[in-house]
T-cell receptor, first 112, second 117 residues
Framework: KQEVTQIPAALSVPEGENLVLNCSFT??????LQWFRQDPGKGLTSLLL?????REQTSGRLNASLDKSSGRSTLYIAASQPGDSATYLC???????????FGKGTRLHILP | GAVVSQHPSRVICKSGTSVKIECRSLDFQATTMFWYRQFPKQSLMLMATSNEGSKATYEQGVEKDKFLINHASLTLSTLTVTSAHPEDSSFYIC?????????????FGPGTRLTVL
C-alpha cells in the first residue's frame, strides 16, 4: 500500500529565503507525482506535475524534482514571498491501482 | 486546462438529513471520477472511485450505504451523504480523470464544505 510522507510538517522562514519541501513515497511504481497548494478553507491548486519518466519540472520560482528509484521528490521555492504562505501537498498516482495518494502536507509560513 | 466543478460549494444541514453533492467535468468526458474527504488540518483521503455506468468502488472503512455514489453520465458524478451526522462534517473534493491520446490526467474540483449541525 502506497504511503506518502512529507517533511517538515510545518515551516516558517523569513521572506526572500529559498526553501525546500520534501516528499517521500514507498512504492516506486508510480504514474506521476503532483505538487499542490491549498490555502485555508480552499480547494487545491495544481503547481507542478511530474510524469514518472521525468526528473523535474519548473514553473516560475518553483522547481520540483523526482527520483523515482529512491521514492523522493522535492519542491524548491526560490525567493519566497508572504503570498507563498499555504499548505503544500504532495500527491502520488500509483501505476498499480491508479489511485492518487496524498501526503499530510507542509504548512508553510513566510514571515514578512 | 480542463475544468471540474462542484455544487454546492458550501452546505449546512441538520443532523439526520441527506445531502447531495454534484461533481461535473465541464469540458471533457470522464469515465472515472474520484471522491475525497478532508477533515480539518488533515490531508485528503480517497473515499471511493466512481465509474460511469457501474457501481463505485469504496476504500476500506468507508460505508457504501452512507455515502451513495452515482455516476450516471460521462460528465456527472454525485455523492449523497445519507442521514448526515456532525462527524460527517468535512471538506469533500472530487476529481475527474481525463484520458485523451497520450495524456491521462486527473483534475480536481474546488470542493464542497459540509457542516452538519
Amino acid at each position: 500500500k502506497q504511503e506518502v510522507t512529507q517533511i517538515p510538517a510545518a515551516l516558517s522562514v523569513p521572506e526572500g529565503e529559498n526553501l525546500v519541501l520534501n516528499c517521500s513515497f514507498t512504492d516506486s511504481a508510480i504514474y506521476n507525482l503532483q505538487w499542490f497548494r491549498q490555502d485555508p478553507g480552499k480547494g487545491l491548486t495544481s503547481l507542478l506535475l511530474i510524469q514518472s519518466s521525468q526528473r523535474e519540472q519548473t514553473s516560475g520560482r518553483l522547481n520540483a524534482s523526482l527520483d523515482k528509484s529512491s521514492g523522493r521528490s522535492t519542491l524548491y521555492i526560490a525567493a519566497s514571498q508572504p503570498g507563498d504562505s499555504a499548505t503544500y501537498l504532495c500527491a502520488v498516482r500509483g501505476r498499480r491501482d491508479d489511485k492518487i495518494i496524498f501526503g499530510k502536507g507542509t504548512r508553510l509560513h513566510i514571515l514578512p | 486546462g480542463a475544468v471540474v466543478s462542484q455544487h454546492p460549494s458550501r452546505v449546512i444541514c441538520k443532523s439526520g438529513t441527506s445531502v447531495k453533492i454534484e461533481c461535473r467535468s465541464l469540458d471533457f468526458q470522464a469515465t472515472t471520477m474520484f471522491w475525497y474527504r478532508q477533515f480539518p488540518k488533515q490531508s485528503l483521503m480517497l473515499m471511493a472511485t466512481s465509474n460511469e455506468g457501474s457501481k463505485a468502488t469504496y476504500e476500506q472503512g468507508v460505508e457504501k450505504d452512507k455515502f451513495l455514489i452515482n455516476h450516471a453520465s460521462l460528465t456527472l458524478s454525485t455523492l449523497t451523504v445519507t442521514s448526515a451526522h456532525p462527524e460527517d462534517s468535512s471538506f469533500y473534493i472530487c476529481s475527474a480523470r481525463r484520458a485523451q491520446g497520450s495524456t491521462d490526467t486527473q483534475y480536481f474540483g474546488p470542493g464542497t464544505r459540509l457542516t452538519v449541525l
